[in-house]
Structure formats: C-alpha cells, structure tokens
C-alpha cells in the first residue's frame, strides 16, 4: 500500500509499529544542520521549512488570541442595547481590530503559512520549498508587519473597520489608519512571497513520478492559493499605499472633496478582498479532501473535479468583487452581472460538497478528531455558502446587504470553514508535526462543543440580520437584544472550545502518546518518514508509481490484526520480565511461610 | 413596529413583496440543500463507520455522469435564482411615474430631510401612503447608508454623488431608520423613524411646521446671497452662461485635459441634471461651459449639500421659463460688489480687475486657478 518503491522505502527497523513507537534520535525539532536544535539561533534563522512553520504557528497563533479579545469586547458589549462595557469609540476600535487582525494576520496566512509550508514539501517529496532564504523572510515580514499593526491599533486605535473605506478612513480617522496600513502592507508581501515560493516548488520540486494528478489535492488547493495570492495581493499594496498617499499628502485619490472618487477605493480593495476570501477558504478545502479521504479510507471522490474546483474558484474569484458594491452608485447592470458571476462561483464549491460527501460511501469511517472538525466543516460550509446566495442576488442584498446576515454568512465560511479546517489539519498532522498524539477523547470533546458554540452564536446573526439590525452597532435597537445575548452565549461556548485544544495540544508535547512515523496510515508521503521528521524529510528521495489516496480498508484489518498482535507480545513479554523481577521475592515469601 | 410574527419585520412598501417572496424561496433552497447534505453525511457516516458490516465492495472513485449532473443541475437552479432576482432588482430600481420628490443628506451623525414643499426635518422622514416617493441622497462627509428594513431597501449614501431609490410605502406606521453603512464614532445613534402618513394627515403635517418657502424659493434667496446672479443673472451672458432653460437639457461643454490649452479642446455635451449643477458649484473646474472663461470659483467649502440642494432645485424651477425679470442686476457685478454681498472674493475672479469690465479682451497671463491646474492659458473667449 505504499506509493513509494522499496529502494525508497524507509527500513522496517526505522518505522516500528504503533504498539511500540519510539521517537527518533535526531530530527528536526532537536537538531539543526547538524547541530544543537534548541538554541534561539537555530530557531530564528532557520532555513529549515518545518521550523518556519512551527515559528508561524506560535505567530498565528498569539494573533488569532488578540483577535479573539477583539471579538470577546464586542459581543460581551452587545449584551444591552445601550452597550454593556465600553463606549462606542473602544468598540469601533475593538471590532476593527478583531477584523484586521482576523483577516490579515491570522485567516490569510493561518493555513498555508503553517500546515502548507510544513507539509507541501514533504508531500512533493523535497528536501525544503524552494526558496528557504525567502521563506524566512516572508515570516519576517510577516512578525514585522504583524508587530507594526498591533503597535498601532492597541496604541492609538483605528476604529475604520478592516474595510478603511474612504473619505472615512482617509479625512475622518485617526492618525494610526498610516501605520495600520504599513503593517497590512508588510503582511500582504509576505503573503505574497510564500504563494511564490509554493508555486515555483511544485511546479519544480515534485519527486519522480509525481505527475500532477497524483498530487494530494491539499497541494492542488495551495497552488490556486499561491495563485491568488500572487496575482491579487499587489492590488491591495496599490490600494494601501493610494490611501496612505491621500492621508498624508491630500492628493485627491479617493476624496470627492479633493476631487477622488470614494467608490473607486471600494473596486480597488474588493478586487484584492474577494480573492482573499478564497485565499482564506481554499487551504480549508485542501485539508479537508486530505482527512475525508484517510478517515473514510478510501480515495477522494472524482479527484479532478475537486482538483479543477480548485483552480475554477481561483479563476472565477476575481470576477465577482462588486457584489459587494450593490449598494453604491455603481450601474445597475454591472451589479447585474457581477451578481450572475457570484452565482456561477458557488458551483466550484457545491461541487467539493458533493463528492466530499460522495467520498464517504462505501467508507470505512473513522469518527477521530480530524474528521469530526471536517464533517463539521462540511456541514457550516454548506450554510454558509447557501447564504451567499442570499448576498450573491441583487434583489434580496437590497435588504441583507451590511446586516448582521453577511456578518453571519462570512463567519460560517471563514471560522466555521476555515478555522475548523485549520483544527481539523493541526489535529490531523499534529503527531508528525510533534511526534505526539493528543488525547483523543478531548479532541473530540473540544470539536464537538466548538460545532455547538459556533451554531449558537453565529445562527442568531442570520435572524438579526434578516429583522434589519446593521453590523457595526454598539448601540442597538431594543427588540434585537434576545438574539444578541444568544449569540453572546454561544460565543463563550466558542472561546472555551478554543482554550481547550491551546491547552492540550501543550500538554501532549510533553505527555502525549508517541506516535510512530503513521499513526493514521495515511498514505500521503509526509506519513513515510519518522514522526519529527528529519531536518531533510526523507532519507532518499522517494519515487512514486500510483496516487495519492491508495487506502485499503482490507489490508487496514490486517495491520491492525498484526498492530493488536504486537502489543499483545509486548505485554506478554513485558509482563514476563516483570514478573522475573519479582521472582526471588516470591521465594522469599514463600520460604518464609 | 412588528409584522405580527416573531423575527419577520414589518412589511410596509410595495418593493417589500417580491423581496421577501424571493428571499424566502431562496431559504428554501438554501434550506433543502443544507439539510440534504447533513442527512446524507449523517446517514453515510452511521452506515459505513468503521467495525460495522456494510457493502463496501467496488468503491467508486469518480463517476462522470452524476458529477455533471451535480454541476449542472445546481447552476441551473443558481441561473434561474438569477434572473427572479435581477427583475426584482430592476423593479425596485424603476422609478415609478409622478414619484415626489425629497432630498436627503446625510452627515456624522444625522439625517437631514427636505421636501421640495419647504417643510425639512431631523432624523425622520414623513411619507404618505400608496404615493411614490423618490428620494435624492447625497452625503456632506463620509458614505452612509440609508437602510429601512420594513421597506427592504438599502441605498448607500456617498459624498460628491447622488444617489436614488424610490419607494411607496403601503402601510401606515412608524419604522425605523438605520444608518447602514460604517460612519465614524457615532454611527450606530445615527437612526431615526419613518412615519408614513394616511394622504390628509401628510398634506396637513406638510403644510405645518416653519418653513421659509420652497425650496426652490430657498435656493433662489442662496443665489443671490452668494453673488451667482452676478454672473449667472438673468440678462447677463457676458462671463457666464444663462441658466434659465438648461436643467434637463444637454449643455454644451469642455472637459479640461492636464497639459492641453483650453481652447484646444473640442466641446462635448452633457446633461444638465443635479450632478451636473453640483459638481459645477463644488468642481468647477471639472466641466466648463464651452466658450466661456474657467473663472467660476469653487463653493465646496462655502455651501451644504443641503444648500447645493436647494440651489438646484432654484434652477430647476428656471427650466421651463423664459428669462423673466426676476430683479437681478442686469450688469455682471464688479469684483468690488460681489466681495460687497459675499464677504470673499474668489481668486479667479481676481484676474478681472486687469481686463475690461465686459471681460471682451482680457490677455490672461496669469497661471491659471489652483482647481483648474493643468489648464493652459486660455485667452478671453468671448460670445
């Protein structure tokens, strides 16, 4: 069942059945080229691919808690009409920072940044990505960017949105809108950097035999990503440093006053902004095809048509920005036909709905923690993009259009999508990642309250957009309160579904189950060397005859058959030894007597 | 202020029917597809779970005809949805015939609301019921959005640009008013109600209150305080064009190019319309009147949206009648008089006091205005 051939396939006395797992001497967690892993050296200037990774996920990670403290102020403040802890100026500040930092530092980079950097080589069967030097530098101007942003929005506040649409965010706002903008600015070329480095490594660095259609479809997904982020990205550096141009030099870009045109900023940020929304699910989708396919164990569905989804999403995704300016003065018959492409995008997305659920029959469905977040995902993706149908149609946007009902519609896509994929990938290759399992039964625990306080607080926002209440309001009418403190209630369900997976994830560091190279048997190549890998992955470059998702639920049976035989003779042989231990004590005793 | 149904917000205007209608079939779609999908994820995960006995053999790995189908079929429903919501959108865009009038500005963080009756309000907008209403929306700062939920419609709300939507409320009440579209600080206290009115009752209240005339009694008592009828009056065309008779009409005009003289440029025509009269007392260095000098000076800072309003609605007023002897001074006013009635004197009229006062020969050797930069020199055309 291996898609490597024996001359590549790592020996037997390397890769120990699960019963008996032990963690490798050297890999790349403890060792750097050779030397001492542990030091802040090794670390910080790595060129080291995993490293890289694992320094973005703690990044991510600080920023995804800050933005959640955003998010935490504002709902607790929704829970009185009149605004329950802070006036409405810390709010503004509160739900923009929530925004840009959700947005830009964590949901852009979250999974390709993390899961995508460490996996995409190991998958392509390479040694690094194919640029280690820009790899560091992108995550430096990543943690620049990142460092620039929060300096000014904890010190000074920006209270614009993340949308900093103009004469607002360039004549009315606050001086920090500059500095926010020069650490997007730094993020968006970082962002850029990383699609580069994806796009040249697996166009160049497959290993033999890997055609593209025996790529993983998580690689097909990062390489419509790369595109996106490639190609749409410098839109947004154009749009910042227009706007950074107008605030500070008052040349009349998009001020009417100065005779600028304040939609024009809107074409200009939605032409990066829609895109990114697909930068921001895509990695989502890629991981789910992953899991469906090792936890259902057979192979993914009609591959490539989810493939072609993929790179049709990519396509069609920088068409459709101006469904989000029904409203404005744009004509009437070019919201008509951005609103038919926004229809036609949601098929590329029904269609990965449909075979990941098709991928299912005639499964042999494992409910672990990485498909439990996965089913989850399946299932708020779908409502989430049903309501987009809702937004796609002119008619029915000239009520929904900025309600808490396109509040509701994103965060199904992006936390419930996109989020839940990222838990669903963390939990999946966490024990090659760590070399650790988690505890399983938290894991499941953890994923079914996060689908339980996710529904809670983000369903009510539906009905309350639908009853008229607009987004952006400290202050609200009093028949919306019931259905904000409901949401409020399912957001505390939310956090502490967060807090859990933090704190065991850290704990199995230390105290999980090891592992072994394949806990899952996964068939991917990443599962074909020791759990940490080494700094270089594979000892010899592997060579691939057949697919990605060659599952054989027959041939798991007999691993497992031969899995549960080895631990019975471990035991039986540990018991025996223990009880050799003990045997001259017996006799004493029994002499005794 | 409710429908009578938990969570369905009041119904109140002929535009609501066919969106509510649309919005709850594509629910129903929304829904059915949602459902479907957590069915049939449940029932396969139940049914092929690990450990339980189930058909496994032959596993399909793709299956070309039913992954059509699943394209098609949901493009088609996705095409169909399409089209029911484009001709909702382009009836609640149509502006119904003999629609009354009312201009709104919205700025940080209010609601100012005009009938061309006279009668202005805060905060609230009085409507009759069953009559067509078109409402003109322009912003004096940053975009608004003016959002009444029981009328289901949006129309953001953008400074330097008019906007329209037009609505007829159906049912007597009080409703709300939000401003939809993220505006500063204050944006979520910037609401209001919306009253609609039996007829009587709306002709009653419209015709209480304080009023200081129509609007367009207004904008002409502006124009004369603010010196247009020094060039623009009546029985003068010597500086400036006449403005009896435009609105409505194409004028002809010039649309200055950076870097190429003013009278290199060919003339071209453009409708007369509220945003032509906006932009030439905001911008008017945007679109000059062909063959005239670019001297009008600029009044973004000097007018409110409001006033621009009501300015336009003086000219509109103008359109249907011959120059009349309205008491405007037959002459142009002399640099001296106007900076006399205004308080200021415009930079570009400045240049004046060198040429002749009929402005028949003046060899302008000064730069041009800042506004009109990139203009060449342009010497004293003449009519």
Known sequence: MSTITPEGAPDQEQIPLNGRAHMPADHYLNSYQGREGHTWKSWLFTLDHKRIAILYLVSVTLMFFLGGFGAMI???????????????????????????????????????????????????????????????????????????????????????????????????????????????FLAGFSSILTGLNFIITIHKMRAPGLTWFRLPLFVW????????????????????????????????????????????????????????????????????????????????????????????????????????????????????????????????????????????????????????????????????????????????????????????????????????????????????????????????TAAILLFAGFNLTFFPQFILGYEGMPRRYPVYAPEFQVLNVLSTAGASILALGYLLPFVYLFWSLKNGRIAGPNPWRATGLEWQTPSPPPTFNFDRTPIVKIGPYAYNPEADELADARDDMERARLEYEETRARLAEHEPEREETASGV | MDSGVPFIPPVASREAGPIELLFWVINLVAIVFSIGIVIVIVYLAVKYRRGNRADRSNPPEYNIPIELAWTGIPLLIAIGLFFWSAFVFLYVRRTPAGAAEIYIVGKQWMWKIQHPEGRWEMNELHLPVGKPALLTLTSEDVIHDFFVPAFRIHQDVIPGEYSYISVTPTRVGTYHLFCAQFCGTLHSTMTGTVTVMEPADFQKWLSTGQTAGTMAEVGKSLFIQHGCDGCHGAHTSVRAPKLEGIYGRPVPVQIPRAGVPLDRIQATTVLADDRYVHDSIVLPEKEIAAGYRPIMPTFKNRLTEAEIMELTAYIKSLSNQPAPDNGVPQQPLSPEEYRTRTGFLPNNMKDLSTGTADGTTTTNTTPPPAGASGVGTNQGRTR
């Open chain 1, 221 to 444: 997904a990062h390489y419509a990503v790369s595109l996106l982020q490639v190609l749409a990205t410098p839109v947004l550096a154009i749009t910042l440093l227009s706007l950074a141009v107008e605030r500070i030099a008052h040349i009349g870009i998009f001020d009417p006053r100065l005779g600028g045109d304040p939609v024009l900023m809107q074409h200009m940020f939605w032409f990066y902004s829609h895109p990114a929304v697909y930068i921001m699910i895509l990695p989502g989708m890629g991981v789910v095809s992953e899991v469906v396919a090792c936890f259902a164990r057979r192979p993914v569905f009609g591959y490539k048509f989810v493939a072609f989804a993929s790179i049709a999403l990519a396509v069609i995704s920088f068409l459709v920005w101006g469904h989000h300016m029904f409203m404005t003065t744009q004509s009437p018959y070019a919201s008509l036909v951005f609103s038919f492409l926004s229809f036609v995008v949601a098929i590329p997305s029904a269609i990965k709905v449909f075979n990941w659920t098709a991928t299912l029959y005639k499964g042999s469905i494992r409910l672990d923690t990485p498909m439990l977040y996965c089913l989850g995902f399946i299932g708020l993706f779908t409502i989430g993009g049903m309501t987009g149908l809702h937004l796609a149609a002119t008619g029915t946007d000239l009520h929904l259009h900025d309600t808490y009902f396109v509040i509701a519609h994103f965060h199904y896509i992006m936390v419930g999508g996109q989020v839940m994929a990222y838990l669903a990938g963390l939990h999946y290759w966490w024990p090659k990642m760590t070399g650790r399992l988690y505890p399983e039964n938290w894991g499941r």
């Open chain 1, 74 to 184: 504002v709902r607790l403040n929704l829970l009185s009409p009149h605004g329950a802890i802070v006036e409405p100026q810390t709010y503004n500040r509160m739900f923009s920072m929530h925004g840009v930092v959700m947005v830009f530092f964590f949901l852009v980079p979250v999974i390709p940044a993390v899961l995508g950097n460490f996996f995409i080589p190991m998958m392509l069967g390479a040694k690094d990505l194919a640029f280690p030097v820009v790899n560091l530098l992108s995550w430096y101007l990543y943690v620049i960017g990142a460092l620039v942003g929060i300096t000014a929005m904890v010190a000074g506040g920006v209270d614009t949105g993340w949308t900093f649409y103009t004469p607002l965010s360039t004549q009315y706002a606050y001086d920090n809108v500059s500095l926010t903008i020069v650490g997007i």
